[in-house]
């Protein structure tokens, strides 16, 4: 309906007239039968009563779709609607007759349904007698054939129809009451409210204890959508519609709960302080809860809806905002969460979403997924502080619980990505086999069969690999958590610094999350179109993996290149000179060593060694792949650090593999790519450049860095050593690390690394001068402070409910991950061999064997082989 249409229906008033005309005959009508002094014209009258009510709500629920379309309301969800002062958006065509008519009819429905206001749930809330029973008939939609819908209005269940006219007046009131006050003119509310103002013939509190009962119906729907039988005498809403009408409700409750008057008053007390309590209170967020506890699935059955910000998607994300979430200033080890944030976690919130998650996940319709990853995740990952306040206030067990959820369902959706790579890269290869043909073919003149090869050349199904770029982007907290001040405390302060549960649950979610995300980013090269998300990843997800190397390196080993570090960056030695261990004062030595000796050390260092080793969250062939693709990717001064200090904690913790990518980047770009080099001079053994402009301290690693023997007169291979001093070339080229001396300096430090690493003849004395240079710069310290503060693997899952040990398993069945260990019968089963290891099912465990726990199960292979998955039936042999 046209904006002037609108406009000039509501000033004629026709439906106020109609509306209220249509009211009064009812009541009069109602009056007399109950009196018995009804006329004969007045039963004719109460026959057609329920003919003219349903036209009447008809034209009512079609003017109220095209408010919402044409006037872009917020929907209950408040700041993303139209401007309140824009002159050319109408106010409602509805006045207080017609509110008074939605009101009735969903009241009606609602006592209809069993969920009146009354004990029995049959009450009407208080309305007039005649009024309720005379609408009771058209409420429930008991009227002849003779009365059609318009054939050109989609059909929609007449309950759900009579609370959307009711949710749609109640959504337009909420955005004139989050805009201020206009005055007169063109938006002025003629009932006497202009925006700004409450006019709903309903006060807010009774209009939200509604808005309450309407998600209390619909969620009772959608669990019977599960096999739940309903309450005896309540009748149910279509399943379809539940998960539409219950968000929509829920949502219109919690903007009425926040903005409404005399109820936005709570929100500050006379000194502008916070109110004590929740903003929202429990009685919402377990109604929340109990829709995600819902069996029947999503759908956006409101076609007006479509056209607006109004989806299911948008509501769910606000419906599980918690309102005053970024108002905490320190996750101190005393600070508190407040009203609000205590509310939600302590109704179960973690728990519900994680419920949902597994559920929609386990269905065999693509769109169940897609929910799960676009708007599940998100209603987290999208508020100010959310990871932060999880990990240190939410119930310890749900979110241990939901973060391997998470993880499980990222390797589910690598899983599938992987395969659609695969099937991606068959039908490039086979179109390019048909390709072939066809232009052989072409040549002799079949024409038809280059038609025929035209027809059949349909791109792959690539939305396993889109749903993945969805779930990478609700990982983006985790990467955002070293910025944080309240986390960095933990690296700068030490462990008393924080909550010991925050602790506890950041390398827990490091260690569950890490791994798919290092899989997921391997993906890069072989998805087109969707690698450029994926590489960003890879290089966000570095700080992390170079924390994990450093606490896997061998601690005194670690300790004298810091021990050295230090000693070189107070210029206790010559900067042009290798400054070896036993040049360190011996105060620093005896710090360093009585650090790399202490309880627990070699313990927690072995603990990460296993861990990168078997629970795939090694990031060297990520190292690798960058180093592949280095001028692919876009780089800044953050990431540039980030690789670097990744780069000097492989080399130090695992200098093997971190060989083995070297010079398999160096093979794959041929001769080091010299079309592409930069134009400044100097490398790796050239030399004069590094550090120019800079003076003191600043230039001294680097000069060192280029300087340094590589321990042999024919050093590296010349195809390694070409690469390394055009990858160099390259980093100095980029104006990140041309404006900072010191990262040019690392950069230097760091390649000269790579290169004795290539060079078979290099001794160990070469590598520890670098690498000691490398730990000075400032990023690089900052990472290994911060792999020293975390809890390594076996610290981080101590207390917390056990999880299957296959790092790939993807078992989603039951209600929460938790159910899998605690479930009927034996639960997870440990492994007939070590008795350590616990596994979800057969599968898992033979996976795992085959991941390398094999060869250390048991003692010895061959007792873990006959124990384990050999063991045919034993091995799944309960504790």
């Known amino acids: ?24 005959v009812v009541l009069a009508v109602g009056a007399a039968v109950a009196g018995g002094r009804a006329t004969p014209v007045q039963v004719a009258y109460r026959e057609l009563l329920p003919h003219v009510a349903f036209t009447l709500k008809e034209a009512l629920s079609q003017l109220a779709d095209a408010h919402i379309v044409a006037a872009g309301a917020t929907l209950g969800v408040p700041g993303t609607g139209t401007p309140g002062n824009r002159p050319d958006v109408p106010p409602p065509p509805w006045g207080p007759c017609a509110q008074y008519l939605a009101l009735t009819d ?47 209005t989609p059909a929609r269940d007449e309950l759900v129809q009579a609370f959307d006219v009711l949710l749609s ?49 619909a969620v009772a729907s959608g669990q019977a959508a599960g096999g739940r039988r309903p309450r005896r005498g309540r009748r149910l809403l279509p399943a379809s519609s539940a998960w539409h009408l219950a968000v929509r409700a829920l949502v219109d409750a919690r903007a009425l709960l926040l903005l409404g008057p005399g109820l936005s008053r709570r929100r500050q007390g006379a000194d502008g302080a916070a109110p004590p309590g929740p ?56 600070a508190e969460p407040s009203a609000s944030v205590a509310a939600a ?8 979403l994680e419920r949902c998650v597994r559920f929609f996940s386990r269905s065999a319709d693509p769109a169940d997924v897609d929910m799960v990853c676009g708007t599940l995740l998100p209603a987290l990952s999208s508020q100010p502080s959310a990871f932060q306040h999880m990990l240190a206030f939410g119930p310890r067990d749900q979110v241990a619980a939901l973060l391997t959820t998470v993880a499980k369902l990222l390797h589910r959706c690598v899983d599938e990505a992987e395969a659609a790579a695969g099937r991606a890269a068959l039908e490039a290869r086979a179109a390019a086999g048909r390709a072939f043909e066809a232009r052989r073919q072409a040549m002799v003149g079949h024409v038809d069969r280059i038609l025929d090869f035209a027809q059949c050349n349909v791109p792959p199904d690539m939305a396993p690999c889109r749903r993945l770029m969805i779930l990478v982007f609700n990982t983006q907290p985790l990467f955002k958590l070293l910025g944080d001040l309240r986390v960095v405390s933990l690296a700068s302060e030490g462990p008393a610094a924080v909550k010991p549960q925050l602790r506890q649950l950041l390398p827990f979610m490091v260690q569950r999350w890490l791994p798919p995300l290092i899989r997921a980013s391997l993906l890069a090269p072989r998805l087109p179109g969707l690698d450029a998300v994926l590489y960003g990843m890879a290089q966000d997800l570095l700080g992390f993996g170079a924390m994990a190397l450093f606490g896997a390196a061998d601690p005194p080993r670690l300790a004298l290149l810091r021990a050295s570090a230090m000693a070189g960056a107070s210029g206790s030695a010559d900067a042009e000179q290798p400054i070896a261990a036993e040049d360190v004062g011996a105060a620093a030595a005896a710090a360093a060593m009585a650090e790399a000796t202490s309880p627990g050390a070699a313990s927690a260092a072995e603990s990460w060694r296993r861990w990168l080793r078997l629970g795939g969250g090694s990031p060297v062939p990520v190292l690798g792949m960058l180093l592949k693709d280095f001028r692919r990717l876009a780089w800044d001064h953050s990431n540039t650090k980030t690789f670097l200090g990744c780069l000097l904690a492989a080399a130090i913790a695992e200098p093997e593999a971190l060989r083995a990518e070297v010079l398999a980047a160096a093979g794959a770009n041929g001769d080091g790519g010299a079309s592409s080099r930069s134009s400044t001079s100097g490398g790796i053994e050239g030399g004069g450049h590094a550090g120019s402009g800079s003076s003191g301290q600043s230039a001294a690693p680097a000069a060192a860095a280029e300087r340094v023997p ?106 929460s991950d938790a159910d899998l260990a605690a479930g009927p019968g034996a639960g997870l089963r440990r492994c007939g061999g070590c008795r350590v290891e616990r596994y979800c099912c057969v599968e898992c465990q033979r996976a795992h064997w085959r991941a390398g726990h094999g060869a250390e199960c048991g003692g010895g292979a061959g007792a873990g082989a006959g124990r384990g998955v050999g063991g045919g039936a034993s091995a799944g042999a309960g504790s």
Request: net charge negative; hydrophobic share 40%.
């Open 345 to 352: 976690f302590s109704s179960g919130l973690l728990a519900g």
């Open 106 to 152: 969903a009241v009606t429905t609602l006592a209809a349904a069993g969920y009146g206001g009354g004990a029995d749930g049959k009450g009407a809330y208080g309305l007039a007698p005649e009024l309720a029973e005379g609408l009771a008939a058209a409420s429930l939609g008991t009227l002849p054939p003779s009365v059609a819908r318009p054939p050109s």
């Open 710 to 815: 590589l321990g042999s007169s024919a050093g590296p291979d010349p195809k390694c050593r070409r690469w390394g001093r055009d990858v160099l070339s390259a980093l100095r080229g980029m104006d990140c690390v041309a404006r900072d001396p010191e990262l040019e300096a690392q950069a230097a430090c760091v390649m000269g690394l790579l290169m004795c690493l290539c060079d078979e003849n290099a001794g160990r004395e070469h590598f520890d001068v670098l690498a000691s240079l490398g730990l000075t710069h400032p990023a690089a310290r900052g990472l290994v402070h911060w792999g020293a503060a975390l809890l390594p693997p076996d610290q981080a899952a101590a207390g917390l409910p056990p999880a299957c040990s296959n790092p790939r398993c993807t078992n989603l069945a039951g209600d």
């Open 1 to 24: 309906m046209a904006t002037c249409e609108k406009r000039e229906l509501y000033d004629s008033q026709l439906l106020e007239h109609a509306v209220g005309l249509v009211l009064r």
């Open 279 to 334: 903003l929202l209170p429990s009685e919402y967020w377990e109604a929340v809860v109990r829709v995600l506890r819902m069996d029947a699935a999503p759908e956006n059955v409101h076609a007006a809806l479509l056209k607006t910000r109004g989806t299911v998607s948008r509501r769910t994300l606000h419906m599980m905002e918690i309102p005053d979430m970024g108002l905490a200033d320190s996750l101190r080890p005393d």
């Open 169 to 217: 007046m109640v959504e337009a009131q909420i955005d004139r009451e989050a805009q201020p006050p206009s005055g007169t003119g063109p938006g002025t509310d003629r009932g006497g409210g202009g925006r700004g103002g409450w006019s709903f013939v309903a006060s807010p509190r009774a209009v939200q204890h509604l808005c309450m009962r309407i998600a209390e119906l």
